[in-house]
């Protein structure tokens, strides 16, 4: 089945430095991907629609200069987080469907783990 | 705005029980629904679908019924076992991507 690999899993950094995050479909095409950030006992949060070629999407009230997102090719997606802050310590999760499956599930990466010290 | 919520946040069954987890939402327009398992640290994973022109989608051990009259749909698990245990969401992928809080399914032995 669709396979979608997240790296890292979980990555400590510094407050003002930068971590990239990438999501890729391991064994079909995705024109389109997903990040989506969840804060511990809370629900998952779009962040952005990730688009093979072109920009993001991004939803309301999520900065994208701090979330930077590059789809450069059909089987990876990147999410960087700018000058990161504590606050931004959270578990991001990507996902992406693969369009020549039948049905239209959205199949998710294993999450990154985020802390920002 | 639309929203997908769940009844209940916590839910705890013996071992063998049958579980039933609760969803709501408010977009009429919805026509597709998912469930999905989050087990501690990890990403989703998908369990079943269904679309809005059933009212019942039967997998392993799962079942999901739609009720769209009160807008309302949920996953029935089977003989639930301790590898049950996990946070359940349902999500409306029709138009958005919203999720709803999600139940924390615990499974006593």
């Known amino acids: 089945g669709a396979v979608v690999s997240q790296h890292p899993s979980w990555v400590i950094c510094k407050s003002g430095t930068s971590v990239k995050i990438e999501c890729r479909s391991l064994d079909f095409q995705a024109t389109t991907m997903f990040w989506y950030r969840q804060f511990p006992k809370q629900s998952l949060m779009l962040m952005a629609t990730?688009?093979?070629?072109?920009?993001?999407?991004?939803e309301q009230g999520v900065e994208k200069d701090k979330f930077l997102i590059n789809h450069a090719s059909l089987t990876l997606s990147t999410l960087t987080v700018t000058s990161a802050h504590p606050e931004d310590s959270s578990f991001y999760i990507c996902?992406?469907?693969?369009?020549?499956?039948?049905?239209?599930?959205?199949?998710f990466g294993s999450g990154t783990r985020l802390t920002v010290v | 705005g639309e929203s997908v919520g769940l009844h209940l946040p916590t839910l705890s069954v013996q071992e063998g029980d049958n579980s039933i987890i609760n969803c709501a939402y408010s977009?009429?327009?919805?026509?597709?629904f998912i469930w999905y398992k989050q087990e501690s640290g990890k990403g989703p994973q998908f369990i079943i679908d269904?679309?809005?022109?059933?009212d019942k989608r039967q997998g392993q051990r799962v079942t999901v019924l739609l009720n769209k009259t009160v807008k309302h749909l949920s996953l029935q698990i089977a003989a639930t076992q301790p590898g049950d245990s996990a946070v359940y969401f349902c999500?409306?992928?029709?138009?958005?991507?919203?999720f709803g809080t999600g139940t924390s399914l615990t499974v006593i032995p």
């Open positions: 996902s992406a469907r693969d369009a020549q499956h039948v049905y239209n599930g959205y199949t």
């Open positions: 977009n009429s327009a919805s026509d597709y």
């Open positions: 269904i679309r809005s022109n059933m």
């Open positions: 990730s688009n093979e070629g072109s920009k993001a999407t991004y």
């Open positions: 999500a409306d992928l029709g138009n958005q991507f919203y």
